[in-house]
């Protein structure tokens, strides 16, 4: 099981890098959040977050409140129209439909992460186990192949969160191909 130091030890010496992290449904919040603020410590990283778990309101205040500077985070919401929510208008954030939709998320981290300033960017995807609610596994893999490709054309740092849960083990064997750090931030659970 790792934490944020074994996890800056296995991406130190990486310039860029796509990380897959494994975390118990217990650790997940805290999880989320350490590693945000990792990323963005040194007020120089600019970043994009995609959630597809909980809206951007909740996670914008949940990482304020935890003392992430979130003003150079560009936020991909797939929770808050398919729950119904008001989309407000945000300057730092793009409402899209829902985690179905696979070609929208991957429009809008397009538009995100191009528009981010600087060379030191990181990229926050949360989380797998959302979008095999939505998909099929094989579909969900193609996806997160093609992701990978571009997620090295943007030379961004970028982590992919999911569950730790039975039912994704094939699906994290099979990605973690694509992945040069692989990380376990809980314990494992059914």
């Not at 977050?49 to 949940?62: D, H, M, Q, R, S």
């Not at 490709?149 to 030379?155: D, E, I, S």
Request: glycine share 6%; aromatic share 8%; proline share 2%.
């Amino acid at each position: 099981m790792g934490n944020i130091e074994d996890f800056d030890k296995e991406v130190k010496s990486l310039k860029q890098f796509i990380a897959l992290a494994t975390v118990s449904a217990k650790e997940y919040q805290k999880t989320n959040i350490a590693l945000v603020k990792h990323f963005t410590k040194d007020k120089k990283s600019a970043g994009v977050y995609v959630t597809l778990n909980k809206p951007f309101a909740t996670i914008k205040a949940a990482l304020e409140n935890n003392g992430v500077d979130t003003k150079m985070i560009i936020f991909i919401d797939a929770v808050t129209k398919t729950a119904g929510g008001k989309a407000e208008k945000s300057k730092n954030c793009l409402f899209i439909g829902n985690p179905e939709n696979l070609s929208d998320i991957s429009i809008a981290m397009d538009q995100a992460v191009t528009s981010l300033p600087g060379k030191d960017r990181f990229l926050f995807f949360d989380s797998l186990s959302t979008l095999l609610l939505y998909n099929n596994v094989q579909t969900v893999a193609r996806f997160i192949h093609f992701l990978a490709g571009k997620m090295r054309v943007w030379q961004v740092k970028a982590i992919i969160i999911s569950l730790e849960r039975k039912e994704d083990k094939d699906l994290i064997d099979e990605l973690s191909q694509f992945c040069d750090v692989i990380m376990d931030f809980g314990g494992k659970h059914d």
